[in-house]
């Protein structure tokens, strides 16, 4: 996944934990006594996070503290962030077998660059590449490393002569980590939006179905509006993107949708649905005759990749027809090798005419009049459960709607409300 670094001054955890104490107990006065910190500390800590985020979180008033309008539209992140932090103790005491649950605070997670460099490291597994993308010696990169095992009183990652592994209880606890650490990084963007500025960077898992044309024109309306706006595009398989996106590096994935009945954490919008056909090259044999199965049977084939949803679907396809499924000469999800090889051979494919609709627009491959039966899929967006998207996301989810259900209508294809 192509990902930025993370900001280098990204808020202080500390801080954030001072700002949920005195919403939670509306006086300084009660957060200091219930963090066992002086109140000038508590007090210098919220003044130190409104010059950070340049707003006044709170009115002081005499009876208390009451939340500005900016205070609570920082409120839930910075509620969601510490709940991830408050989960590890937890996680960890599983993995232990430790009986009870753990009531005191994991301070030794409260510090934000000591959190990049634990996530780096798992995604670089070398100690000197994380001193350089961070800026920082290498003796400070294991000084904290150090600190968070003796805080999970265990290693979060082996050693080995390949380099860095992260270990059973530092994959457990890193999803958790990197979602505190992308709510925080999503605060600023959340605070422009509310001045009318929409500012910050969208994440986005694109499957195979709508990178041709559907996220292209719904990217171009975002950023054409709203200049301010990065996009950052992962093309990985599902079972990687979902991954990232359980983790928060990614904001939501777009393409076909997944059996929700068994992703319990995911959630899902259909935006549209479609059945698949069958693609050749414009002057493929089969394309001057109705094609017939036998023919089909006997044909070289480029398909999706074994265990995805769209080569299930042919497969069922194919056996209520009665006849075996195809054998593929090729497995890919990547449409440029699978333009290439259908224009330059006498390959077929079967795919959502979404997929290559530049091509058969243009003739340079066709549709061949054979129906796909029981090859109806959903298509739209995934999403975790729970999450709250960024104002950015937001819009580009408004505008993947709007895209979506223009093609669907120019095509004449089923929408769903």
């Not at 996944?1 to 500390?14: A, G, P, S, V």
Request: glycine letters at 6%; one cysteine or more.
């Amino acid at each position: 996944m192509t990902q930025e670094n993370y900001r280098d001054e990204l808020i202080n955890l500390m801080q954030i934990r001072a700002f949920c104490q005195v919403v939670a107990h509306g006086s300084v006065s009660k957060a200091a006594n219930e963090l066992f910190r002086t109140q000038s500390a508590i007090t210098r800590a919220i003044h130190e996070l409104e010059e950070t985020l340049a707003v006044p979180l709170f009115e002081r008033h005499a009876g208390g503290m009451r939340l500005t309008d900016a205070g609570k539209c920082i409120l839930p992140r910075a509620e969601r962030a510490m709940a991830e932090l408050h989960l590890i103790p937890q996680q960890l005491a599983r993995l232990s077998g430790k009986s009870g649950r753990n009531e005191s605070e994991p301070l030794w997670l409260y510090n934000v660059r000591r959190l990049q460099i634990f996530v780096t490291l798992c995604r670089t597994r070398h100690m000197q590449s994380v001193a350089v993308q961070l800026g920082l010696s290498q003796p400070a990169v294991s000084a904290a490393l150090k600190v968070l095992e003796n805080g999970a009183q265990t290693a979060l990652l082996e050693r080995s002569p390949h380099g860095l592994t992260p270990s059973l209880a530092g994959r457990e606890i890193e999803p958790a980590i990197r979602r505190a650490l992308n709510e925080l990084r999503h605060i600023p963007a959340d605070l422009a939006a509310r001045k009318g500025i929409l500012e910050g960077t969208v994440r986005i898992g694109a499957l195979p179905l709508g990178r041709t044309r559907l996220l292209p024109q719904a990217i171009i309306k975002l950023t054409s509006r709203y200049p301010g706006v990065r996009v950052v595009t992962s093309e990985s398989a599902w079972e990687t993107l979902s991954a990232e996106m359980r983790s928060g590096d990614i904001d939501f994935i777009f393409g076909a949708l997944r059996d929700s009945d068994t992703l319990k954490d995911i959630s899902s919008e259909t935006l549209f649905s479609e059945e698949m056909v069958l693609v050749a090259r414009r002057d493929h044999p089969l394309t001057h005759r109705p094609p017939d199965w036998q023919a089909l049977r006997e044909a070289r084939w480029v398909l999706p990749r074994s265990a995805t949803p769209a080569r299930r679907l042919l497969d069922s396809c194919f056996a209520a027809m009665g006849i075996p499924a195809p054998d593929p000469v090729v497995e890919s999800g990547d449409l440029a090798l699978v333009r290439g090889l259908l224009r330059d051979s006498d390959m077929l494919t079967a795919v959502s005419a979404h997929q290559l609709e530049v091509e058969l627009a243009a003739k340079e491959l066709v549709a061949l009049p054979a129906a796909l039966p029981n090859t109806r899929r959903a298509i739209g967006l995934s999403y975790r459960t729970g999450c709250l998207h960024s104002p950015a996301a937001e819009a580009l989810i408004g505008f993947l709607r709007e895209v979506c259900l223009s093609a669907t209508s120019q095509a004449d294809l089923p929408a769903t409300e």
